[in-house]
């Protein structure tokens, strides 16, 4: 599925833009990021592209059709994972497939395997430690059968380990489903790490200020980290990123 956003700018009642003209597309199957300092509109794009909010001006399209204002298109991985304390980890990561209409347990099942949380099948949210809500939460979007995945920061609150054994995981089961990602967040190493493409945004009002394409290859590891492409490419990113950290 091919997202598209065209000239979008957006403000909340009349006050002073929180994104002007912003322009960038996710191909289909590819992982895009969005490199951007706190507060400068990440959320707020999500919350466009989710179709909470509506633009002011502009068109975000998917697949060549309109989708301002229309919500149901996307599965959306918030900040916090926010599971249901009510449900077990099982019935927490069908949600999303259930709004489809479709409930796929054995897949689910597999997936929760593969995320090391088979003993947790049949627990409650509470009895899970952070990453392992994050990990639930994932493969819940992953379920919700939606082509674009958007996924807001997902990693901010996990120390250092922990987050580099999520992208690791996060980034070996995408390569088995291969769907469009749009990933936000403001940690250069991640990005690089993550993505085939980088969009870098300004301070507020946030456009787009540079585009990097990452061409390091498929399946990624940590060894990459120590190339010195890896190291230039970081730098380079810092450089544009630097004068929007006022
Ligand atoms: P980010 O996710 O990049 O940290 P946000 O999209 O959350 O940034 O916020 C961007 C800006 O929009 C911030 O300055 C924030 O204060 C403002 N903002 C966010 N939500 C609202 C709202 N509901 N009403 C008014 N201003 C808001
Ligand atoms: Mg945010």
New binding site residues.
């Given amino acids: 599925m091919k997202l598209e956003i065209k000239d979008v700018s957006f403000s ?1 009642d009349g ?1 002073p833009n ?1 994104l002007e003209n912003m322009n960038f597309h996710v191909d289909d199957g590819e992982f895009v990021t969005i490199l ?10 999500f919350h466009l592209i989710g179709g909470i909010l509506k633009p002011d001006q502009g068109i975000i399209s998917l697949d060549g059709k309109k989708i301002n204002g229309f919500k149901g298109h996307i599965s959306y991985m918030p900040q916090q994972p926010s599971l249901l304390p009510w449900r077990t980890v099982l019935d927490n990561v069908l949600l999303g497939s259930e709004l489809a209409g479709i409930r796929d347990k054995e897949m689910a099942k597999a997936l929760l395997l593969k995320a090391g949380l088979e003993e947790y099948v049949k627990a409650y949210p509470h009895e899970l430690s952070g990453g392992m809500k994050q990990r639930a939460a994932f493969i819940r979007s992953i379920l919700s059968q939606q082509d674009l995945m958007c996924l ?1 920061e997902p990693f901010s609150a996990l120390d250092e380990l922990t987050r580099l054994e999520m992208q690791k995981w996060l980034l070996s089961v995408w390569e088995q489903n291969r769907r469009s990602v749009l990933f ?1 967040t403001h940690s250069i190493d991640e990005a690089v790490f993550l993505s085939d493409r980088i969009y870098v945004l300004s301070a ?1 009002p946030a456009a787009v200020i540079k585009e990097v394409k990452v061409p390091f290859p498929r399946p990624r590891s940590e060894e990459q980290f120590l190339s010195d492409e890896f190291l230039n490419l970081k730098r380079e990113l810092y450089a544009a990123l630097k004068p929007t950290l006022s």
């Fill in positions: 909340f006050k929180i951007g300092p706190s507060g400068s509109g990440k959320s707020t794009l807001d936000v507020k």
